[in-house]
């Protein structure tokens, strides 16, 4: 597995961790925004979309945000529908979603190592 | 020793080349840095109060031309001399699309618009109920980006959604750019038409949907699921393009083309049906593969509007199904209806019907320039074509025309590119930059007046934000009126209805304005009189008297009534004058940008 390939996921685990603590902490810092938005806005789609594994730059990107766009909408929606308004359990269950799109994805792209029987 | 000679001399040929290549890709890059930084340093101290009747423009420094003259004939020479350079090329478009978009994030001390500020209260509803309520108003209907937006605000730290407002222009243009590159490259593999295409829709999108509101993001999520289409559900003979032969890979991308739909349907009313006239035309010429996929995104808005929707539906058939099939009735709300105003206005809105059929016509000839070399892709002409029949279903308010020129414009610039390179062989010689560089200039000046032509009343001062927000927090908490559960609202009665209002409490105010009482028809005479509207703003205000009733005026709504013209110049002001004179009314806020009143004691006890 390549410093690259892992990359992406080792940057969406990071990105959820520090988003949860900063949001579940009250953390009222000039970093919360940018982390939290970042990680909301880039990785539940990302973390698809490598799943997918679209090969241009261009689709990846703008597949990945339109999607994470939308998994957040849908999410934030089917709690105020439901009269569950929470923002704090929305971004657990997109954490959630990220983590196991990201743990699907090594699981089932995993390549033998050097020296390991395929 | 002949022979080492040359091959001597033709590494240092190709050293000398490659440090060139450096030079000029450095040189570009520096010109970037520096357009980007006279840009920030220009604006500085704008003062978008100084703006005429012709817009922005008029409060610009003239030097402004500099930072933007730059930035194109650099776009111009690197579209020409390095086209595959797709980080430069990117990194030009990034630039231009700050200094294009974001001009009112630089100079602006609140964000503009009006329509901002109600989308930053319904937000605030959502976020303060925590539920949606589809009988207060249409947008409760559709509130897929207002929850999408209360819950970033929310989690991000934000009080309302208001930190968003001031860079959305910049924010959603950058996330149209890679869906745009997509769309581009599906049709033609000539990237300096891809990268022409990309400066002309940028340049010529005038029409500024693209603030903090539904259709700016349900645009982005078009674009998204019209570049997947294109390039993965379409039969194509492009041996390059993938054919999505791989099922477990067109599955998935079906499944999260469904996703991005299912969350534009509930976002923007108009934007499905766009999407499913694109992918209609596509089917109608035979290259979409998915053929379910029209016919499932249309079930699929039908079922938001009629299981969803209903209570919108319901009070609103009229309003939804009453202008099907009234072209005439379509084109006369979307353009006579909103061509009025004084000179400068009237030749702002001028330039901005110029600028749509110029458009049009262009990406036309340049249609029919592909169709004369045999490279005309009629499937990406009838997706460009696709969005005119909405004009047939109704006027959207009077709008429906400036959103079909924002749906058709990606493909209109790609056509107006294409007229400039019909085939790979043309527009080689050195005079094409000039020519890129020098259409891009005038496109530049259009969209400087067309864009930003409405300054005057779409800029609001930190003043009238102050004035509006000493309202909201001033008015009593919403009282039971008696009958059961219901409970009345306060009232805002403002000059006109241009003003940063209805961004809190949004559910529980009733808001009017004085320019539609009866009475102010006396304000239209040649001797206006201001009596019969003062006396049906103390009735109303009378009325709302136990829930709270304040009268409202700022620089806003004046600088609106003398623009758009609908009463004489100044009479909003006169009228201003004679409420402040007016026994009737008392001045409980003022600052030199706005004054609130409410009723005196003498209002609320004298007879009628």
Redesign the interface.
């Known amino acids: 597995m390549t410093f690259h390939r892992l990359t992406w996921p080792v940057s969406c685990v990071t990105l959820s961790a520090l988003a949860i603590v900063l949001v579940l902490f009250d953390a009222n810092t000039v970093v919360r925004a940018p982390v939290v938005l970042t990680f909301l806005l880039i990785c539940p789609g990302l973390a698809i979309v490598r799943f997918i594994g679209i090969s241009d730059a261009a689709t990846e990107w703008s597949v990945a945000v339109a999607l994470s766009f939308s998994l957040d909408g849908l999410v934030a929606l089917i709690q105020a529908y439901t009269a569950t308004w929470n923002p704090t359990g929305a971004l657990l269950v997109l954490t959630g979603i990220t983590l196991a799109a990201i743990a699907v994805d090594l699981l089932l792209h995993r390549r033998p190592e050097d020296g390991e029987q395929p | 020793m002949e022979t080492r000679s040359a091959g001597i001399l033709s590494r240092r040929l190709l050293l000398t080349r490659q440090a060139a290549r450096h030079v000029v890709v450095g040189a570009t890059l520096a010109s970037v840095l520096v357009a980007l930084a006279l840009w920030a340093v220009l604006l500085e101290g704008v003062d978008p109060g100084k703006s005429s009747n012709l817009g922005l423009i008029s409060a610009l420094p003239p030097a402004i031309v500099v930072p933007f003259g730059l930035l194109l004939a650099s776009f111009a020479f690197c579209i020409r001399r390095m086209p595959h350079n797709t980080p430069i090329l990117v990194l030009h478009a990034i630039a231009l699309i700050v200094m294009l978009y974001g001009v009112r994030g630089m100079i602006e001390q609140v964000p503009a618009f009006k329509v901002t500020w109600r989308h930053i209260g319904i937000a605030d509803v959502?976020n303060r109920?925590?539920?949606?309520d589809p009988t207060i108003d249409a947008y409760f209907n559709w509130?897929?980006?207002f929850?999408?937006f209360?819950?970033?605000a929310?989690?991000?730290?934000?009080s309302s959604i208001e930190?968003f407002a001031a860079w959305a222009p910049v924010f959603f243009n950058l996330?149209y750019l890679?869906?745009l590159?997509?769309i581009m490259?599906t049709a033609t593999k000539d990237s300096r038409v891809v990268w022409v295409a990309i400066l002309t829709f940028y340049l010529t999108d005038w029409i500024g949907q693209d603030y903090l509101s539904p259709q700016g993001?349900a645009f982005?999520?078009h674009?998204?699921v019209i570049?997947?289409v294109l390039?993965w559900f379409t039969r194509t003979d492009d041996p390059d393009l993938p054919d999505a032969s791989e099922v477990r890979?067109k599955a998935?991308?079906m499944v999260?083309t469904l996703?991005?739909t299912?969350?534009?349907i509930?976002?923007h009313q108009l934007t499905p049906f766009a999407t499913v006239a694109a992918l209609a035309a596509l089917l109608l010429s035979r290259r979409l593969v998915a053929r379910g996929l029209p016919v499932i995104i249309t079930v699929m808005t039908g079922t938001w509007l009629v299981l969803v929707a209903t209570d919108y539906l319901t009070g609103h058939q009229k309003n939804v199904t009453g202008g099907i099939g009234d072209i005439g009735g379509t084109l006369t709300n979307n353009v006579e209806a909103r061509i009025t105003g004084n000179v400068p206005r009237l030749l702002v809105l001028d330039l901005r019907l110029l600028t749509t059929v110029v458009v049009w016509l262009l990406a036309l000839f340049g249609a029919w320039r592909l169709h004369r070399n045999r490279r005309l892709d009629r499937a990406f002409a009838a997706v460009a074509v696709s969005a005119f029949p909405l004009i047939a279903l109704q006027s959207y308010g009077g709008e429906v025309l400036l959103r079909v020129y924002l749906f058709t414009l990606p493909f209109a610039a790609f056509f107006i590119a294409s007229a400039i390179f019909p085939t790979p062989a043309s527009g080689r010689s050195t005079a094409t930059p000039f020519v890129v560089f020098v259409l891009s200039v005038l496109a530049l000046v259009g969209f400087a007046i067309t864009r930003y032509g409405n300054e005057r009343i779409d800029y609001f001062t930190p003043n009238e934000v102050s004035a509006i927000r000493f309202v909201y927090a001033n008015a009593p908490p919403t009282v039971s009126s008696g009958e059961g559960s219901r409970r009345q609202k306060f009232l805002m009665l403002a000059g006109s209805d241009n003003l940063p209002w209805k961004s809190a409490r949004y559910e529980q105010c009733a808001c009017s304005t004085v320019t539609n009482l009866p009475g102010w028809e006396s304000m239209r005479l040649v001797t206006p009189n201001p009596t019969p509207a003062i006396k049906n703003a103390r009735d109303l205000m009378r009325h709302y008297e136990r829930a709270g009733a304040y009268m409202i005026f700022t620089r806003s709504t004046k600088a609106a009534v003398d623009l758009i013209g609908s009463s004489p110049k100044g009479s909003l002001a006169n009228f201003e004058v004679a409420v402040a004179r007016s026994k009737y009314f008392r001045r409980v806020y003022a600052n030199p940008d706005a004054e609130v009143f409410v009723l005196s004691a003498s209002g609320r006890t004298t007879g009628t």
């Open positions: 959502i109920t925590g539920e949606i509130p897929g980006f929850t999408l209360a819950f970033l929310r989690i991000a730290g934000f930190p996330l890679a869906p590159l997509v490259r993001l982005f999520l674009l998204v570049a997947l390039r890979l998935m991308l999260v996703v991005i299912a969350f534009a509930p976002s």
